[in-house]
Every structure is written in structure tokens, then in C-alpha cells.
């Protein structure tokens, strides 16, 4: 299976800063990679897709990118609804993987 | 719009089985697979397989192969998860999702396994 491994698995941040969060794949994925939102008690919310993909309705404010092995999530100006645990996700190969997530909390 | 829309909270004894439903709407629902995600309480997501709606062909994680069967109703437009022989460790909550990259979601259905 292919392992997948965020960093850092906490982050605390103030509103408005930008944040990086960074996937590793176990080998490569190509850029078949997304990113997903959670907040407790709540399905994941779709971010993007493609590894830089912004799914429809997503603000811009969230940006991909990567391919391979390394791929990051950036979200800029930081809002309160923003706090939540982000998961990186790959579908290149059976069977999809997640990442241990990262809990992006209020400084 | 596209909706999923899951069946309700279920209890069950270890060693019973399960079955969750993912009624789906807004969309044609045989033109994309219908996925099986699970999180066990503070955990990661954990895939659990996937059902091709148009023409039933499934496939399972190897972690689940035997245990697990998911199918369609194309009338219904309707996914169904069947879990068997329960244990503690299948608490979770078991979300259905639309299609590989997963851009949509059911709102979960919270499984529980006591005795």
C-alpha cells in the first residue's frame, strides 16, 4: 500500500496568515492527489483534486501543487472557518490512501 | 444538486453484520462510482472499496475482502454497505463518497459495536 505522510500533524496559526501543509507519498502518484477539510462531526469537504485542481466553489484562497512523491496544501488569509483537520488523499493505486491528517488550530 | 444521503445511527452486538445505505440524488447515478470510507473515532480516513453503479463490477481493500459487500439498486439509485461478523474495532462512522476524487460526500452514519 502506499503510505501517505502529512507534516507538521498540528499547526496553530492567527488569523490571517498563510499556512503550508505538506504530503508525502510512499512512491510516486503521479498528481493524483486531493486535499480534503474536516470539522468535527462533519463529512470531509472536497478542497481540490489533481494535486492543484480547485473543486468548484472552493475559494481561491486554497492552492496545490506538487507531483510525484511531494505535494503541498496552501491556504492564505487565514479565516475562522478555516480551523479544521486537512487530509491529502492518493487514488493513483488500490487502495486510495489518507494521510494521518493535520489539525490546524487557532493561535 | 448532488446528494448523498445515508441511513440513520445503528448499535449492533460483535459478531452481527450491518447494512448502510447512500441514496443518491442530483446527478445520473450509474455514470459514477460510489466509494466506502470509514474513520473510526480520532482515527484516518480509511477507504474500504468501491462499486462502479453502471455496471456493478466492485473491488475491496485486501483489509476487508470477505467481510464487506457493497452493492447497487440503479431503481433506487441507491449504494448499499453490508459489514459482517462485527467487532469493537468496526466502530466508526462510514461515509459514502461520488467517484475517485470523492468531490462529494453522505454525512456519515455512526456504526457502533457493543455488547
Known amino acids: 500500500d502506499i503510505q501517505m505522510t502529512q507534516s507538521p500533524s498540528s499547526l496553530s496559526a492567527s488569523v490571517g496568515d498563510r499556512v503550508t501543509i505538506s504530503c508525502r507519498a510512499s512512491?510516486?502518484?503521479?498528481?493524483?492527489l486531493a486535499w480534503f477539510q474536516q470539522k468535527p462531526g462533519k463529512a470531509p469537504k472536497s478542497l481540490i483534486h489533481a494535486a492543484s485542481s480547485l473543486q468548484s466553489g472552493v475559494p481561491s484562497k486554497f492552492s496545490g501543487s506538487g507531483s510525484g512523491t511531494d505535494f503541498t496544501l496552501t491556504i492564505s488569509s487565514l479565516q475562522p472557518e478555516d480551523f479544521a483537520t486537512y487530509y491529502c488523499q492518493q487514488y493513483n493505486t488500490y487502495p486510495i490512501t489518507f494521510g494521518q491528517g493535520t489539525q490546524l488550530e487557532i493561535k | 444538486q448532488v446528494q448523498l444521503v445515508q441511513s440513520g445511527a445503528e448499535v449492533k452486538k460483535p459478531g452481527a453484520s450491518v447494512n448502510v445505505s447512500c441514496k443518491a440524488s442530483g446527478y445520473t447515478f450509474t455514470s459514477y462510482a460510489v466509494h466506502w470510507v470509514r474513520q473510526a473515532p480520532g482515527q484516518r480516513l480509511e477507504w474500504m472499496g468501491w462499486i462502479n453503479a453502471g455496471n456493478g463490477g466492485t473491488k475491496y481493500s485486501q483489509k476487508f475482502q470477505g467481510r464487506v459487500t457493497i452493492t447497487r439498486d440503479t431503481s433506487a439509485s441507491t449504494a448499499y454497505m453490508e459489514v459482517r461478523s462485527l467487532r469493537s474495532e468496526d466502530t466508526a462512522v462510514y461515509f459514502c463518497?461520488?467517484?475517485?476524487?470523492?468531490?462529494?460526500w453522505g454525512q456519515g452514519t455512526l456504526v457502533t459495536v457493543s455488547s
Open positions: 512512491q510516486g502518484i503521479n498528481n493524483d
Open positions: 463518497a461520488r467517484d475517485r476524487s470523492m468531490a462529494d
